[in-house]
């Protein structure tokens, strides 16, 4: 199948996966989001190593449970997708040893779990999924969850927040300095703070040009 050639060379484990790797409606986190992830992941994993098999079981089901960003179980989605994992590879007749690693990874990749992930196959992962919060698909995917949440683009009076609280789901612009600006300092390996600090410096781009058109 397409889908499946598309993540070589783990096109076998893709093609058992992927029908497992999304729910919902969530176009900030469908299958274009875990092929980006996985994408990144192949470049971090070409040079900083690890299990490449752990590790793309991992991208593909690390959003395998869809849960709203308004959703007040958000901190615990990447949680719930490490326990549905855990049953999925159970079934495909992964081991103990495996399944624990791809569930640790896919735990602790979450921005909003504020867990420290231990192994080297979590570290490409959280890497990997940061990558595409930031950069251009980034800012895209801010303004399309904005629209999901129905929150503004700006404060038409202070857009830049200089006389007001910032509030990211009132205003989707808001979510760049809430958020966004502050994953670049956390990355994890060494080749994805290098490909984080290229995305970043455009991040920050997008936001003068659209500061300077409003």
Same mark, same amino acid.
């Given at each position: 199948?397409?889908?499946?050639?598309?993540?070589?060379?783990?096109?076998?484990?893709?093609?058992?996966?992927?029908?497992?790797?999304?729910?919902?409606?969530?176009?900030?986190?469908?299958?274009?989001?875990?092929?980006?992830?996985?994408?990144?992941?192949?470049?971090?994993? &070409?040079?900083?190593?690890?299990?490449?098999?752990?590790?793309?079981?991992?991208?593909?089901?690390? $959003?395998?449970?869809?849960?709203?960003?308004?959703?007040?179980?958000?901190?615990?989605?990447?949680?719930?997708?490490?326990?549905?994992?855990?049953?999925?590879?159970?079934?495909?007749?992964?081991?103990?040893?495996?399944? &624990?690693?791809? &569930?640790?990874?896919?735990?602790?990749?979450?921005?909003? &779990?504020?867990?420290?992930?231990?192994?080297?196959?979590?570290?490409?992962?959280?890497?990997?999924?940061?990558? $595409?919060?930031?950069?251009?698909?980034?800012?895209?995917?801010?303004? #399309?969850?904005?629209?999901?949440?129905?929150?503004?683009?700006?404060?038409?009076?202070?857009?830049?927040?200089?006389?007001?609280?910032?509030?990211?789901?009132? #205003?989707?612009?808001?979510?760049?300095?809430?958020?966004?600006?502050?994953?670049?300092?956390?990355?994890?390996?060494?080749?994805? !703070?290098?490909?984080?600090?290229?995305? $970043?410096? !455009?991040? !920050?781009?997008?936001?003068?040009?659209?500061? $300077?058109?409003?």
């Amino acid at each position: 199948m397409f889908e499946a050639k598309a993540f070589s060379p783990f096109e076998s484990l893709a093609a058992e996966l992927i029908p497992y790797a999304t729910e919902g409606d969530d176009g900030s986190h469908d299958l274009a989001h875990i092929l980006r992830v996985f994408r990144n992941a192949m470049r971090i994993h &070409a040079t900083e190593g690890g299990n490449g098999r752990i590790l793309s079981a991992a991208v593909l089901l690390h $959003d395998c449970v869809a849960v709203e960003k308004s959703s007040p179980l958000r901190s615990k989605a990447s949680a719930l997708a490490a326990q549905k994992a855990s049953g999925i590879l159970k079934e495909l007749g992964w081991t103990a040893e495996e399944i &624990a690693a791809v &569930a640790h990874a896919i735990t602790t990749h979450s921005f909003s &779990a504020n867990i420290t992930p231990e192994t080297l196959e979590a570290r490409i992962l959280q890497d990997s999924d940061r990558l $595409d919060a930031i950069g251009m698909v980034g800012a895209a995917r801010c303004f #399309y969850i904005g629209g999901r949440m129905a929150s503004g683009l700006y404060d038409p009076f202070d857009p830049a927040a200089e006389h007001r609280p910032l509030d990211d789901r009132r #205003y989707a612009i808001d979510h760049f300095q809430t958020k966004l600006f502050k994953l670049a300092d956390g990355f994890q390996t060494a080749a994805g !703070r290098a490909l984080a600090a290229e995305r $970043d410096k !455009r991040l !920050r781009d997008f936001l003068a040009a659209f500061m $300077d058109e409003i």
